[in-house]
């Protein structure tokens, strides 16, 4: 059972452009949202997270776009670049669960020079 | 040095074998974390830990088995391996840092191969 849902699997964009990343959950009781990053050979780190209670929330390019009525959150990468070539996974935690996450599958994006 | 260190990085093993993967952290954190990660699934918790005396089964206990063997070091076993257990294995340590914001750290991983 799937409880986040990640799309697309792939994603390639031209340096300079938007990347989006989009997931989406079932479990209301999920209260925090973070963003994974994963280089290839590395595990993943923390990139920026959310809470439901707030609709945005920006760090330099990346921005966590959150939807709560339609049960939906999105990564924004704003003028992509080379380096930002990696994995990226979204996550959901809940508290009635000693705060395990639950891990989208995976996007797999790639930044062309 | 890195804060969250797992060996071996890469293992060959034959289908039977039982094998263990380990796992130390110098961060200080009480909860401690293995995962799976297969191509297209994403990270699967298989056991976690909030301190030395707790050990709870995550999504795909099965065929696993853990150790906590003291605060920084946390062991994963696969009592005989089978071919469907090839996969990345990660381990992960945090600590709550108020209103249920939690940070995962993770190692940077081992690669396994059963044959």
């Known amino acids: 059972q799937q409880q986040v849902k990640q799309s697309p699997q792939s994603l390639i964009v031209q340096k300079g452009g938007i990347s989006i990343i989009n997931c989406a959950y079932e479990n209301t009781a999920f209260d925090y949202f973070p963003w994974y990053q994963q280089f290839p050979g590395k595990g993943p780190a923390l990139l920026i997270a959310?809470?439901?209670?707030?609709s945005e929330k920006k760090e330099g390019r990346f921005t966590i776009s959150f939807n709560k009525s339609a049960k939906q959150f999105s990564l924004h990468i704003m003028d992509s670049q080379p380096g930002d070539s990696a994995t990226y996974f979204c996550?959901?935690?809940?508290?009635?669960?000693?705060?395990?996450?639950?891990f989208g599958s995976g996007t797999q994006l790639t930044v062309l020079p | 040095d890195a804060d969250v260190t797992q060996t071996p990085r890469n293992r060959i093993t034959k289908t039977g074998k039982r094998i263990m993967l380990e796992c130390s952290q110098t961060?200080?954190?009480?909860?401690m974390y293995w995962y799976r990660q297969d191509p297209g699934l994403g990270l699967r918790l298989i056991y976690y830990?909030?301190?030395?005396?707790?050990?709870n089964k995550g999504e795909i206990s099965d065929g696993y088995s853990v150790s906590r063997q003291a605060q920084a070091k946390f062991s994963l076993s696969l009592e005989s391996a089978i071919p469907n257990q090839t996969a990345l294995y990660f381990c992960?340590?945090?600590?709550?840092?108020?209103?249920?914001?939690?940070?995962?750290?993770f190692g940077p991983g081992t690669r396994l191969l059963v044959l």
């Open positions: 959310i809470r439901p209670d707030v």
């Open positions: 830990s909030f301190d030395v005396k707790d050990i």
């Open positions: 996550a959901a935690s809940d508290p009635g669960s000693a705060r395990q996450l639950t």
């Open positions: 961060k200080g954190h009480d909860r």
């Open positions: 992960a340590t945090s600590a709550l840092v108020g209103r249920g914001k939690e940070t995962q750290y």
